[in-house]
């Protein structure tokens, strides 16, 4: 497996998270890990203890409708379902041997993108794009090599 990918998928996720407008953004995303919470319970892998995981995760899911906080808890429990379910050899796809551990890797970057509040990724972008303003003229006006010197010198 590669390991470099599932921090792909994880980054591409918040990316496209980052189209959608606040709140929107954060109740989409308390969906979306109450969903993640309840990814192996047709595997029952670990059996009856699947659904105080799945409960767990509802209720994570619940908070997060109003905090990002919890919203990146419930990934970073997620991402140690991943792992005991990797540990365990009960993929989340079971076509693909390694598929809870690439979730296990994709999952915090999620996390960390949610502990920052889920900022908009796609306007950092735009920012880091656009031309950065001088020392000289803080209200971002661009120096013209045309202008003449008024410094005196």
Known sequence: MNLVSPLIVGTIYCLLMSLIEE???RHFNAIMVGGAGAAYLSGGGFGPW?????ALMAYVAY??????????VG????TAWDVAHHLKLDP???FAHDSSLACAI???VIALWCFRQ???LIAFVRR??????????????ASSPSSPDRTGI
């Not at 699947?50 to 799945?54: A, R």
């Not at 908070?63 to 919203?71: N, Y």
């Not at 990934?75 to 997620?78: A, D, E, G, T």
């Not at 880091?128 to 006006?141: M, Q, Y």
């Open 23 to 25: 709140p929107h953004r």
């Open 106 to 108: 994709c999952d915090p």
């Open 92 to 94: 989340i796809l079971p």
């Open 118 to 120: 889920g900022p908009s």
């Open 50 to 54: 699947e659904l105080p995981f799945v």
């Open 128 to 141: 880091s794009l656009r031309p950065s303003r001088t020392a000289e003229h803080p209200d971002g006006r």
């Open 63 to 72: 908070r997060g409708l109003d905090s990002w906080t919890f919203i990146g």
């Open 75 to 78: 990934w970073l429990l997620h």
